[in-house]
């Protein structure tokens, strides 16, 4: 990679609990991610993918190697460094039912963080919030009600409207779309990749679903029992449908009902021919 990367991972572990209660579940990662790029993150359910992301959020942590963010490492960065790059590091979690804060209006929601730190005026930040409400399919209606009032694949717009709020240059995002109607995904999906073209935004996107990953991710890393065990560009590494990799993930795709692949196969293909015209 000629650039400056964005991010960099270098043999990273991720440990969870102490003592002889420690378990590492991810080993020896190394990777990085360009100004723009967007990664996919791949693996069976347990190859540690989530804890990849979660490490590089300060969620998990990392027991060895190292993680730079534009530059600075913040493998163990306090509390108060990581609030210095919240508006240039995002994510979005699988399970939108959690992530909401339920007391709050969804202004609330969305302005808050950038209004606190300084970064935007109430007023701006409220017109950014209308108008990414618009943009993720809920209208700026949505700005006057509680999350209580939102079905989960509403409130997972919610949360990516909020991770878009402050124009980040990284979004981690931990299977964003997986909880999601396969419409309302193909929406998402859109609106993730507009966005990284008008913006430049570069994403880390872990999923189970290889058609997700494909559409969304210029590179992909394959994760297997803790390790990156293949990467390549997408295309290359789904253009060999006999590849060891590539059968191993498409046996573990999530769901096996052959309708509702049909289906889902249907949509993507439908998703993919429009992005392309
Ligand atoms: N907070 C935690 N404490 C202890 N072990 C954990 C914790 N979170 C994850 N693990 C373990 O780490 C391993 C990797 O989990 P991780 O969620 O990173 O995998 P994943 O590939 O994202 O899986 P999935 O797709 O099912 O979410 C699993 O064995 C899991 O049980």
């Given at each position: 990679m000629s650039e400056t990367p964005l991010l960099s991972v270098d043999n990273l572990d991720v440990t969870y609990g102490h003592g002889r209660r420690a378990s590492t579940p991810v080993h020896n990662v190394s990777f990085e991610i360009g100004p723009g790029e967007s990664v996919g993150l791949v693996g069976e359910s347990g190859s540690g993918k989530s804890s990849v992301g979660r490490a590089i959020l300060g969620l998990a942590q990392a027991s060895a190697g190292r993680i730079m963010?534009?530059?600075?490492?913040i493998t163990h960065a306090s509390r108060r460094e990581r609030q210095g790059?919240?508006?240039?590091?995002?994510?979005?979690?699988?399970?939108?039912?959690?992530?909401?804060?339920?007391?709050?209006r969804i202004r609330d929601i969305l302005t808050e963080p950038l209004v606190a730190s300084r970064r935007q005026t109430r007023a701006q930040a409220r017109d950014r919030a209308a108008e990414l409400l618009e943009r993720v399919g809920l209208g700026a209606a949505a700005m006057d009600k509680l999350p209580g009032a939102f079905s989960g694949g509403q409130r997972q717009r919610i949360a990516i409207?909020?991770?878009?709020?402050?124009?980040p240059r990284l979004i981690i995002c931990d299977e964003p779309v997986s909880a999601l109607d396969l419409s309302v995904q193909a929406q998402i999906i859109n609106l993730l990749?507009?966005?990284?073209?008008?913006?430049?935004?570069?994403?880390?996107?872990?999923?189970?679903?290889?058609?997700?990953?494909?559409?969304?991710s210029e590179r992909v890393l394959v994760m297997s029992r803790g390790y990156v065990v293949e990467q390549g560009q997408t295309q290359q590494v789904y253009a060999d449908p006999q590849h060891p990799y590539t059968q191993r993930l498409l046996a573990a795709e999530p769901d096996p009902d052959?309708?509702?692949?049909?289906?889902?196969?249907?949509?993507w293909a439908a998703l993919a021919s429009e992005s392309k015209s």
């Open positions: 963010f534009d530059g600075n490492d790059i919240s508006s240039e590091l995002q994510v979005v979690f699988q399970d939108p039912r959690s992530s909401l804060n339920e007391a709050k409207a909020r991770a878009l709020m402050s124009g990749r507009q966005e990284q073209r008008e913006t430049g935004v570069a994403y880390l996107f872990v999923a189970h679903d290889l058609s997700v990953v494909r559409l969304m052959p309708a509702i692949q049909r289906e889902r196969r249907a949509a």
